[in-house]
């Protein structure tokens, strides 16, 4: 009787290992590990190898064992019961063994195309904002002109709490990659399918930057941007807006896609922590 699925998942809990994590270092997408633990696929003898070289169990205690059992119940029911002798590698450990550094350091794809996508979306406000806060200036000095005949500070004020916001999130979006490279030293190719998503990121930046350009080129036809009206300049500066965001937006998701860049930044960044060279470039 088999005991991998069990076997499995219990040698992933010992590990805090996640499917995706264990399938990264496998080499399969994570619905190959859940399907085998779901009992309705079997590893091929390759991959049955390669688990037992990750937890350091034998491969008939992986199959046939319950390793999860107490050693007395195990000899008790006639199961066998392999101990797992290594022990989980360290950063110290894998980056003093540079040829399995890709295996022990290595992020799954999913758990980094999330931070990404997250890193996108607060980029994209980031670029977003000042060129809010412009067209809130203008709309705000038109709406006082109209009702007063005056124009105070709000304006102004307005434009530099939305620029302190983009600044803030730049520096929180630094921050957050420094901390994502600290422990995630490299990620994992994501393997086959990435072609047709990589076209498809692709296709949006080149949207949004015709989107900017076709704004740009307006400006020309718009009545009032020369300065006479501040609804239009409010209206073409929130155009500007919302185009720069989804293109900030499209172009981070596109070069989420590019692993090999990241694993070279992140070496180089790595070095320079280690030496004590300071901020990341």
Known sequence: MSHLRENLQYLRAQRGMSQAQLAARLDVSRQSVAKWEAEKSYPEMEKLIKICEI??????????????????DAVEEGTERVDIVSEPPTLETSRSK???????????????????????????????????????????????ADLTGEINQLGPILLTVCIAFSVALGVAAHRARTAFITNNESVVDPGCGAEAVCGQRKRSVYLSLSLVVAIALASSLI?????????????????IAI???????SWVRASALDTDRYNKAAKRFLAKKDSGGGRET
């Open 223 to 239: 009545p009032g941007l020369d300065g006479r009206s501040a609804y239009a300049s409010a209206a073409y500066w929130l155009a």
């Open 243 to 249: 185009a720069t965001g989804l293109t900030v937006n």
């Open 55 to 72: 937890f350091g169990c034998s491969m008939d205690g992986l199959v046939r064992g319950d390793l999860a059992a107490p050693m007395s």
């Open 98 to 144: 540079p040829e399995t550094t890709a295996l022990v350091e290595g992020c799954a794809w999913a758990d980094y195309d999330t931070f990404m996508m997250a890193r996108a979306r607060t980029l994209a406000l980031a670029a977003f904002l000042p060129a809010i806060g412009f067209s809130a200036e203008f709309f705000t000095e038109a709406v006082q």
